[in-house]
């Protein structure tokens, strides 16, 4: 069986993709056989009349991955809406089995998945089919990735509480710094109150830097802050 991250968030925006990137390059750069995939991503851009997504793009630069774009981001939609909506909107519907063919030809080919959600556990992707029944499908083990603003705590135990309902293995938390100027009062204490209500360890905590920018490219800062910042038994 395929081993890996399913990586998913407390709301959209908390840095799922910088993450995933940040951990694929790190098992690339240990010379590790990973691969990564953004089964669904809404917000595309047109580029030659296909549909791209940031986040697949950055995942796929991260991961060197040399798979086909179609099999990293199966699912591409233009507006920036969950998906239900956005196909509804495109006259489309989602179609589930792509993503798991595509996801399991993934498998067949590397030994470590990396693999992106879509917001949070409960967007839907098909009528009553959500993010965590993707996951599910997937067996992989869950990463949440949190902020350390005020809020968190509460975001963080429902994700874990949810995830936890449906039976996914829950790995741990990274909580990432996606703004600047985060309340160091917060930021602080976050980090034990999180781990008492869930039991989980703090699989990293990411600083927020300029250059960090997923659109910026920089594998080497990626891998620097990733490395110092990490947990290093991340890497199963
Ligand atoms: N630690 C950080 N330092 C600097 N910028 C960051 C950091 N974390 C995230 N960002 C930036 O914040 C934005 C949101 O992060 P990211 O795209 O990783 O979030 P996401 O959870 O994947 O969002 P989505 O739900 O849209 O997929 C991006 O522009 C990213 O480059
Ligand atoms: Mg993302």
């Known amino acids: 069986m395929v081993k890996g991250y399913f990586i998913t968030g407390t709301d959209t925006g908390v840095g799922k993709t910088l993450v995933a990137g940040g951990l694929a390059a790190l098992y690339k750069n240990k010379g590790l056989n990973v691969g990564v995939m953004k089964p669904v991503a809404t917000g595309c851009k047109r580029v030659n009349n296909r549909l791209i997504s940031d986040d697949a793009v950055f995942l796929k630069f991260s991961a060197e991955a040399e798979d086909e774009y179609d099999l990293i981001n199966p699912v591409s939609l233009e507006q920036p809406l969950a998906p239900t909506v956005a196909a509804r909107l495109s006259n489309t519907k989602i179609d589930t089995d792509k993503i798991n063919t595509a996801f399991d030809t993934l498998c067949e080919r590397h030994e470590y998945m990396i693999v992106e959600g879509i917001g949070g556990l409960l967007v839907p992707i ?3 089919y959500f993010v965590v029944d993707m996951a599910e499908e997937m067996e992989l083990p869950v990463i949440v990735v949190c902020r350390p603003t005020l809020g968190t705590i509460n975001h963080t135990l429902l994700t874990v509480s949810y995830a936890r309902q449906h039976g996914l293995d829950v790995k741990g938390i990274i909580i990432n710094e996606s703004a600047e100027n985060c309340d160091a009062i917060v930021k602080d204490t976050n980090t034990d109150e999180i781990k008492r209500l869930t039991s989980l360890p703090i699989l990293g905590t ?12 920089n594998k080497e800062l990626l891998i620097k802050i990733f490395r110092d910042n990490v947990d290093k038994d991340i890497i199963i």
Do not use: A, N
């Not at 830097?209 to 997923?214: A, E, T, V, W």
């Open 126 to 128: 098909d009528e009553y």
């Open 206 to 217: 990411i600083p927020f830097h300029k250059k960090l920018d997923i659109k910026d490219y």
